[in-house]
């Protein structure tokens, strides 16, 4: 089973303690989720989902996507893990969702957390330990009591997500007629890995779905399985070479004092 790298083994650590805060979204570099190829939802077609051959839903609980226009994406920038979801009609309409990544942290075949949005009870990004869930029994995904709910450190909830306007209706002609969204969210991986017990440099999969609650998955449930492995991106990569650089510069200036 193939996993995403969260970040470098020893390089996140460094990151997050020279720089810690939300992410600055407009330099997010994206990459797609894939499962051999990029991840595609279809547009009500996981005969799991309660949403499958019925009447429309609210088309911001919809995950749509192609391997032209992918369903997901992630991102890495050396202090945050972040996820992004296209949905199939503007948030703003019905804001009250939750958008969830599934993710299993040891390579079984369980849900082990979900990293989610939660705008219909807490109003912020969050971590919750899922209790039941896996592709075999259709991904009736169970999330921790809501005490277990836990907000990334930093910042206020509205910095921890956004939605951003895809300007195309490629993927799935809207109801009434309209673009698509991305909605975007994140989570420090300090905390991150403080919650899941998880060391920096480690991995998971990954799988996604929205609810009308934030303990049950139970609109958009995942048309297919687990993740493939995803490398952690250059800029990243970029990032964490450049706060190595400067370290050294320093000590060499101060040798020389």
Known sequence: MKRIMLGLVGGVTLAAAVAHGAPTWGTVTWNPVTLGTPY???HYQNPVDPNYSTV???ETTDIVGST?????YWANDGQNIMFRVRVDGAPGVNPQLVWTAILNTDGDIAADYVMQLDLQTDNQVEIAVA????PADSWQTLAYSPAGHTPPTGGVPADWYEFVDTLDSLTFPDVPPGTDYFIDFGYDLATFYTQTGLAAGSSVNVAFATSANHVVSNKDLPDAGWSDLVPVPEPATWALLGVGTAVLALRRRIRRS
């Not at 032209?68 to 997901?72: D, I, L, M, R, S």
């Not at 209790?131 to 896996?134: E, M, N, Q, V, W």
């Open 68 to 72: 032209a226009t992918p369903a997901a």
């Open 40 to 42: 595609a939802d279809g």
């Open 56 to 58: 429309p839903q609210p």
């Open 131 to 134: 209790t039941a869930g896996t």
